[in-house]
């Protein structure tokens, strides 16, 4: 069965500071991997997908990760963070069959100090 | 509107009750989404509509639990009988259609007291 682990439940930055929140995802076959993220009250926004091709991924807001599948690990990665980035980040895998179903993983929440 | 819109946004009801959650999907998206928001197991698929009909339903915690879809647009969940552990956030999702990026609505909060 398809499950994502997100080790980090709350990770706490300065302003500015790099960022890189952890995933892991266990699947037998090339996974589809996406990083949601949740601001408070709001829904989930997407910020990237990796389905096939490069394994480093562009996002929107300046965010990347890159898709390592000796590691079975899909990073998040931000260079310099900024107080709105501040909410909670979600990892979630879809096999490539059944890309209907989303699993998540439990969030990681982001706090960035000034 | 652009996005994916839920209602209501929040909903206080009592153990036994009925309730009844609505989605609207962005227009022209043809697949929508179900899922629930909660603090013990996190967010759960529920279930998933193409078009009106629902082909997977796997995620339906209960028989309690139960959705439709008509037009092709607008969907209700419904929960009969509710109890306290279905106290959640209930979230909407649509694509343009089946394996396309889901967009997210803001979600329902449900409170069974």
């Known amino acids: 069965a398809q499950s994502v682990t997100q080790p980090d439940i709350h990770i706490t930055v300065s302003e500015g500071a790099s960022l890189e929140l952890r995933c892991n995802y266990s699947?037998?076959?090339?996974?589809?991997l996406f990083w949601y993220v949740q601001s408070p009250g709001q829904g989930l926004q997407l910020l990237l997908k990796?389905?096939?091709?490069?394994?480093l991924v562009q996002g929107i807001k300046g965010f990347e990760a890159e898709f390592k599948r000796s590691q079975s690990s899909f990073n998040l990665r931000k260079p310099s963070v900024h107080w709105s980035d501040a909410a909670e980040y979600f990892c979630a895998v879809a096999s490539s069959y059944n890309t209907d179903k989303l699993i998540f993983g439990t969030g990681t929440r982001l706090q960035v100090f000034p | 509107g652009a996005g994916v819109s839920q209602s209501p946004s929040n909903k206080v009801t009592e153990k036994g009750k009925d309730v009844e959650l609505r989605c609207d999907p962005i227009?022209?998206?043809?697949?929508l989404y179900w899922y629930r928001q909660s603090l013990g197991q996190g967010l759960e698929f529920l279930i998933y509509f193409q078009g009106n009909s629902a082909p997977d339903k796997s995620g339906l915690p209960s028989d309690r639990f139960s959705a439709e879809r008509t037009g092709g647009s607008v969907s209700t969940l419904t929960i009969q009988r509710t109890q306290q552990e279905d106290s959640a956030v209930y979230l909407c999702?649509?694509?343009?259609?089946?394996?396309?990026?889901?967009?997210f609505g803001p979600g329902t909060r449900l409170l069974v007291l």
């Open positions: 699947y037998g076959a090339t996974p589809y």
């Open positions: 227009s022209g998206h043809t697949a």
């Open positions: 990796y389905f096939s091709g490069d394994t």
């Open positions: 999702a649509s694509s343009f259609d089946r394996a396309g990026t889901q967009y």
